[in-house]
């Protein structure tokens, strides 16, 4: 499995903006066919709670886009309206013909800012297989306190554990200490994401 993490300063609740600073750190990259393309956390609008403007980006179609351009496997985060009345945190994953394969909601909305008022929780882990030649299950920032759910997605037939991730700088040393700690207890391996940069909250120092 040939994995890109693609961390970069997130440009607020700004879609297209955000798609063009992908688009040309990939093409930079001239990243080769076959492998898995990471972005982090909400990655077209930052970690927003104003759901007004964070849905309908029509972000899925631009992963679609680049999973096909790069003829790479594309795991993009953006928000969408659920059938609550909240928005989903998502996390998308675009085969490299085009095709959404699916998506994973956000399983623990992030309590200290109050996320859960815009997001609904999800109510289960997703499985992909044969990305880029393993299993695969996406998880999104706060979902990596909980070492529950990867233990339950190992025991599902997850090979390979990804994080997504909007995770503030001031608490960096938590990031690498609990990606590290999942990755040991569960004996597989652990691609956590990060964006870099600041928004109106916080900074953010990749890793």
């Known amino acids: 499995m040939r994995v890109h ?20 750190m990939i093409d930079k990259a001239s990243i080769p066919p076959g492998g898995l393309i990471v972005l982090p956390e909400l990655g077209d609008v930052g970690f927003s709670m104003a759901v007004d403007r964070t849905t309908g980006t029509q972000s899925d179609q631009w992963a679609a886009q ?12 953006w928000a969408e309206m659920s059938p609550s009345g909240k928005a989903s945190n998502v996390a998308g994953l675009a085969a490299p013909n085009g095709q959404i ?8 909305p992030f309590s200290p800012m109050k996320e859960a008022q815009a997001y609904a929780p999800g109510a289960a882990l997703t499985l992909f297989p044969e990305v880029a030649g393993a299993t695969i299950c996406p998880l999104i920032c706060y979902d990596l306190r909980f070492p529950e759910v990867f233990r339950a997605a190992t025991f599902a037939g997850a090979e390979v554990l990804v994080v997504m991730a909007n995770w503030p700088a001031k608490r960096a040393a938590h990031w690498k200490a609990l990606a590290q700690a999942r ?25």
């Not at 961390?7 to 879609?15: G, K, L, R, S, V």
């Not at 394969?101 to 623990?108: E, F, S, V």
């Not at 597989?188 to 953010?204: E, F, I, K």
Request: aromatic residues 8%; glycine residues 6%; charged residues 15%.
């Open 66 to 77: 680049l999973a096909q351009r790069c003829a790479c496997w594309v795991l993009h985060g």
């Open 183 to 207: 990755a040991i207890e569960n004996q597989t391996a652990v691609l956590a994401c990060n964006r870099t940069g600041a928004d109106p909250n916080a900074d953010y120092s990749g890793d």
């Open 101 to 108: 394969m699916g998506q994973m909601t956000k399983l623990h």
């Open 5 to 24: 993490l693609v961390q970069f300063d997130i440009a607020w609740e700004n879609p297209p903006a955000n798609w063009a600073t992908v688009e040309a």
